[in-house]
C-alpha cells in the first residue's frame, strides 16, 4: 500500500517551459491538494479537489492548473515556468477529518 | 486567509531535554494536527486532536487542543537525536465551504546536541 506516489522526485525546467508533476493515491480518498514549500512559508495549498470532476484554487493558484478526472490522480501543471517556481511540491489526500497523508514531494528548479 | 502562528522559529536542545511548542490562531478550528518532516520527505502526521480541551499521547509525544479552539501544543519529552526535523502544527477550520482545507504553521526547525 504505497499510500501518495508523487513523480518525478526532482527535475529542473527552463524558464518558459512546462511540465506535469504526477500524483497518484492508492487510498481512495475523496479530497486531494497541492502544496509548495518555501524556506520560511511553511505549506501553502495551491489547488485542490474534493472529488473526481471538482477542483478549486488555494492561497497561491497562479501559474498552476489541475484537473481530476478520477479518485487516484490529481495532476499538477506548470503552463509556463518561472524562476519563482522553483519549490517542494507536495501532494496529499485525506478522507473527512483523518489527518492528511503526504507524498515525498517533487523538488523543482526553474533556470 | 487564515493564519497560524508557530513558535518557537528553531530550537537548540540537549539531548535528554523536553521540548514544547505551540500554534495560535486568531479563528477556531475544528480539528488539530501535527506533523513532522524529515529531510527530503514529506509531513508525516504524529497527533490528530478533534475536541477541544483534548489530551492526546503518541509515545513520547503530547499534543492538547486547546479549550478556546484557537490554540495546541506539542511537547517532546527525552529528546533523542531522531527527534530532529521541522514539526508544523495545522488546524481544519470550524464550518463552511473551506472546512476540508489545511492551515499549516511555518513550522519549528529542532536540533538536538548529541
Known amino acids: 500500500n504505497a499510500g501518495v506516489t508523487q513523480t518525478p522526485k526532482f527535475q529542473v525546467l527552463k524558464t518558459g517551459q512546462s511540465m506535469t508533476l504526477q500524483c497518484a493515491q492508492d487510498m481512495n480518498h475523496e479530497y486531494m491538494s497541492w502544496y509548495r514549500q518555501d524556506p520560511g512559508m511553511g505549506l501553502r495549498l495551491i489547488h485542490y479537489?474534493?472529488?473526481?470532476?471538482?477542483?478549486d484554487q488555494g492561497e497561491v493558484p497562479n501559474g498552476y492548473n489541475v484537473s481530476r478526472s478520477t479518485t487516484e490522480d490529481f495532476p499538477l501543471r506548470l503552463l509556463s515556468a518561472a524562476p519563482s517556481q522553483t519549490s517542494v511540491y507536495f501532494c496529499?489526500?485525506?478522507?473527512?477529518?483523518?489527518?492528511?497523508?503526504f507524498g515525498s514531494g517533487t523538488r523543482l528548479t526553474v533556470v | 486567509g487564515q493564519q497560524l502562528n508557530q513558535s518557537p522559529q528553531s530550537m537548540f536542545i540537549q539531548e535528554g531535554e523536553d521540548v514544547s511548542m505551540n500554534c495560535t490562531s486568531s479563528?477556531?478550528?475544528?480539528?488539530w494536527l501535527w506533523y513532522k518532516q524529515d529531510p527530503g520527505e514529506g509531513p508525516v502526521l504524529l497527533i490528530a486532536?478533534?475536541?477541544?480541551?483534548e489530551l492526546t499521547s503518541n509515545g513520547r509525544l503530547t499534543a492538547q487542543f486547546g479549550i478556546t479552539r484557537k490554540d495546541s501544543f506539542l511537547n517532546i519529552s527525552a529528546s533523542i537525536p531522531s527527534d530532529v526535523g521541522i514539526y508544523f502544527c495545522?488546524?481544519?477550520?470550524?464550518?463552511?465551504?473551506?472546512?476540508?482545507?489545511?492551515?499549516f504553521g511555518k513550522g519549528t526547525k529542532l536540533s538536538v546536541i548529541p
Open positions: 479537489s474534493v472529488g473526481a470532476g471538482i477542483t
Open positions: 486532536l478533534y475536541k477541544a480541551g
Open positions: 479563528s477556531i478550528f475544528n480539528t
Open positions: 496529499a489526500c485525506h478522507a473527512g477529518n483523518y489527518g492528511y497523508t
Open positions: 495545522a488546524g481544519q477550520p470550524h464550518s463552511g465551504a473551506g472546512s476540508y482545507q489545511l492551515t
